[in-house]
């Protein structure tokens, strides 16, 4: 088990940058692949980008590729969703998640088993 904590959200323009954190406790975090979700009020969650546990592939969402790059320092930890040019969708809620089976195509919510708490990411035109 990990337990996970995000941070870094807040207010953001279209066409500027954010960079969100997920740090991890527990001794096996680099055992885990992770991913970053999102969901806006009314909507489901949807996946956004994942990352093995090596770093060595990922994996991302159509609306976002291109621009947001997930990456991950195993000795810090922490896995970062760095967004650039988010476009003026309103208020979401980002999720860090982590399972340890491999990366695989795994898109699904269920398909992850810890979760953090999320980090509320606005992005103004």
């Known amino acids: 088990q990990v337990q996970l904590v995000e941070s870094g959200g807040g207010l953001v323009q279209a066409g500027g940058s954010l960079r969100l954190s997920c740090a991890a406790s527990g001794r096996t975090f680099s055992s885990y692949a992770m991913g970053w979700f999102r969901q806006a009020t009314g909507k489901e969650r949807e996946f956004v980008a994942g990352i093995s546990w090596s770093g060595g592939s990922t994996l991302y969402a159509d609306s976002v590729k291109g621009r947001f790059t997930i990456s991950r320092d195993n000795a810090k930890k922490t896995v970062y969703l760095q967004m650039n040019s988010p476009k003026p969708e309103g208020t979401d809620v980002y999720y860090c998640?982590?399972?340890?089976?491999?990366?695989?195509?795994?898109?699904?919510?269920?398909?992850?088993?810890?979760w953090g708490q999320g980090t509320q990411v606005t992005v103004t035109s």
């Open positions: 998640a982590a399972d340890i089976r491999q990366l695989g195509n795994r898109v699904r919510e269920y398909e992850y088993k810890n």
